[in-house]
T-cell receptor, first 113, second 113 residues
């Protein structure tokens, strides 16, 4: 089992640029989650999908953030335009429906200068 | 125990000793709780979970205790090893159906040789 795969592992970009983070969930898992981790705020849920449908996006900071899940094996989190305060580690996680723990990828460390 | 703030609570334990990490959760309606371990540069890794209809659950070298009366969760690690050094997070499920986990701020556990 390859686990949750995220890319890139590191992303450095300039303020104003578009950033796209990618995630491949564990095969067979039908729930997918995007989290953000910072020293100040810890781990925060941004959005989650169930069967490729967004269920709760109340954690998305603002309209600059968007997430898609075009199929069961791929999701993207996009920030446009990016700002320095978006700098954080972004984690993707997946789970088998509503029962069972989340399994996390190793994250994308985003730095916006 | 865990607290909201900029500084992670820390716990130092001698190798071979037992450790106890505490967590206070906020929502009395939460029905599912998980402990995660996070090593530097990696995503949170599932350790053990417990549902609200249980008080105790044991795994390999780990035990989770749940006290719903005082909304308290603890993780006991027996015979600690150097590889147990990490940040430990408790998480509570506040959502219906698919997991909507809210994470604590974490406790840094250091195992001294």
């Amino acid at each position: 089992d390859a686990g949750v795969i995220q890319s890139p592992r590191h992303e450095v970009t300039e303020m104003g640029q578009e950033v796209t983070l990618r995630c491949k969930p564990i095969s067979g898992h039908n729930s997918l989650f995007w989290y953000r981790q910072t020293m100040m705020r810890g781990l925060e849920l941004l959005i989650y999908f169930n069967n490729n449908v967004p269920i709760d996006d109340s954690g998305m900071p603002e309209d600059r953030f968007s997430a898609k899940m075009p199929n069961a094996s791929f999701s993207t989190l996009k920030i446009q335009p990016s700002e320095p305060r978006d700098s954080a580690v972004y984690f993707c996680a997946s789970s088998l429906g509503g029962d069972g723990p989340l399994h996390f990828g190793n994250g994308t460390r985003l730095t916006v200068t | 125990g865990e607290s909201v703030g900029l500084h992670l609570p820390t716990l130092s334990v001698q190798e071979g000793d037992n450790s106890i990490i505490n967590c206070a959760y906020s929502n009395s309606a939460s029905d599912y709780f998980i402990w995660y371990k996070q090593e530097s540069g990696k995503g949170p890794q599932f350790i053990i979970d417990i549902r609200s209809n249980m008080d105790k659950r044991q795994g390999q070298r780990v035990t989770v205790l749940l006290n719903k009366t005082v909304k308290h969760l603890s993780l006991q690690i027996a015979a600690t090893q150097p590889g147990d050094s990490a940040v430990y997070f408790c998480a509570e499920n506040i959502g219906q159906g698919a997991q909507k986990l809210v994470f604590g701020q974490g406790t840094r556990l250091t195992i001294n040789p």
